[in-house]
T-cell receptor, first 112, second 118 residues
Framework: QKEVEQDPGPLSVPEGAIVSLNCTYS??????FMWYRQYSRKGPELLMY????GNKEDGRFTAQVDKSSKYISLFIRDSQPSDSATYLCAMSEGGGADGLTFGKGTHLIIQP | GAVVSQHPSWVICKSGTSVKIECRSLDFQATTMFWYRQFPKQSLMLMATSNEGSKATYEQGVEKDKFLINHASLTLSTLTVTSAHPEDSSFYICSASPWGGSSTDTQYFGPGTRLTVL
């Protein structure tokens, strides 16, 4: 079993829909959880960062972490075609001081 | 804020030659920088952790004599792929963790360098 599991998609939804992206993980020592957005042939862009369990909201984005279930989610409200990209979950034990373990990424397509 | 640059953005080289990739944090100091590799349709895989002024720590399976890392200052880390071969062709991405403050808990990524070895 891989450390971080993420459905690669593609996930195609109509514009304006709520998007739900998820990752599961096996290492209970992970404490820091991030979501990155990556466009083709570009570096990942940090979207959300959460420490331990709980919710965090930033504009149209909401990140949720459930450490008891080893399950993290990213919700995108009022999705736009410009949100079309690959979304990567990432996590670490020691935050910025540790290398990140990434999921494979979910390819998201928002249909106009 | 929190901008990381990489140079070059892409490079093509002949088999057996060496290639150097630079990673710079432009508006912050980074005591720790990381090097990742991403093959097509695959996730980013951590290659090594680079700390300013000390030797890099390599992940299992990564040849330290092939991938030389130098973290010369708090804003610059370099990755040299020595004697490159076609199987080294990949997308190399660096990241940096800011020094001090609340933003030390995460990493900011560069735009990546696409290496093609002929």
């Amino acid at each position: 079993q891989k450390e971080v599991e993420q459905d690669p998609g593609p996930l195609s939804v109509p514009e304006g829909a709520i998007v739900s992206l998820n990752c599961t993980y096996s290492n209970s020592a992970f404490q820091y959880f991030m979501w990155y957005r990556q466009y083709s042939r570009k570096g990942p862009e940090l979207l959300m960062y959460t420490y331990s369990s709980g919710n965090k909201e930033d504009g149209r984005f909401t990140a949720q972490v459930d450490k008891s279930s080893k399950y993290i989610s990213l919700f995108i409200r009022d999705s736009q075609p410009s949100d079309s990209a690959t979304y990567l979950c990432a996590m670490s034990e020691g935050g910025g001081a540790d290398g990140l373990t990434f999921g494979k990424g979910t390819h998201l397509i928002i249909q106009p | 804020g929190a901008v990381v640059s990489q140079h070059p953005s892409w490079v093509i080289c002949k088999s057996g030659t060496s290639v150097k990739i630079e990673c710079r944090s432009l508006d912050f100091q980074a005591t720790t920088m990381f090097w990742y590799r991403q093959f097509p349709k695959q996730s980013l895989m951590l290659m090594a952790t680079s700390n300013e002024g000390s030797k890099a720590t390599y992940e299992q399976g990564v040849e330290k004599d092939k991938f030389l890392i130098n973290h010369a200052s708090l804003t610059l880390s370099t990755l040299t792929v020595t004697s490159a071969h076609p199987e080294d062709s990949s997308f190399y991405i660096c990241s940096a963790s800011p020094w001090g403050g609340s933003s030390t808990d995460t990493q900011y990524f560069g735009p990546g360098t696409r290496l093609t070895v002929l």
